[in-house]
């Protein structure tokens, strides 16, 4: 397993921008998919986007579709989530997985999590 730590998340107007970033331990991330996972209050955790191994591939929700982008830099072990045209059902709280897999969308494909870190998007 790999440990993981989210920085980057805040509070920002309707329409802004943020950059999360997950900064992950260990020798082997690039044998890692990586993914990023949010959960609102009241609400289920949903799957946001992940990245391969080397990043070529990359999966997105429709809801983030077109306004986020993930990336990844082996070099830094950091996988990042920019966000941009927030809007304030993007609310939640926002967590790094990874997975052994290439890559993955379902959440129970992931065996490493980071601590999440908080995003508020005010109206």
């Known amino acids: 397993q790999v440990q993981l730590v989210e920085s980057g998340g805040g509070l920002v107007q309707a329409g802004g921008s943020l950059r999360l970033s997950c900064a992950a331990s260990?020798?082997?991330?690039?044998?890692?998919?990586m993914g990023w996972f949010r959960q609102a209050p009241g609400k289920e955790r949903e799957f946001v986007a992940a990245?391969?191994?080397?990043?070529?591939?990359?999966y997105y929700a429709d809801s983030v579709k077109g306004r986020f982008t993930i990336s990844r830099d082996n070099a830094k072990n950091t996988v990042y989530l920019q966000m941009n045209s927030l809007k304030p059902e993007d609310t939640a709280i926002y967590y790094c997985?990874?997975?052994?897999?290439?890559?993955?969308?379902?959440?129970?494909?992931?065996?490493?999590w980071g601590q999440g870190t908080q995003v508020t998007v005010s109206s």
């Open positions: 997985a990874a997975t052994r897999r290439l890559i993955a969308t379902a959440g129970n494909a992931y065996d490493s």
């Open positions: 260990g020798r082997t991330f690039s044998s890692y998919g």
């Open positions: 990245v391969s191994w080397g990043g070529t591939n990359t």
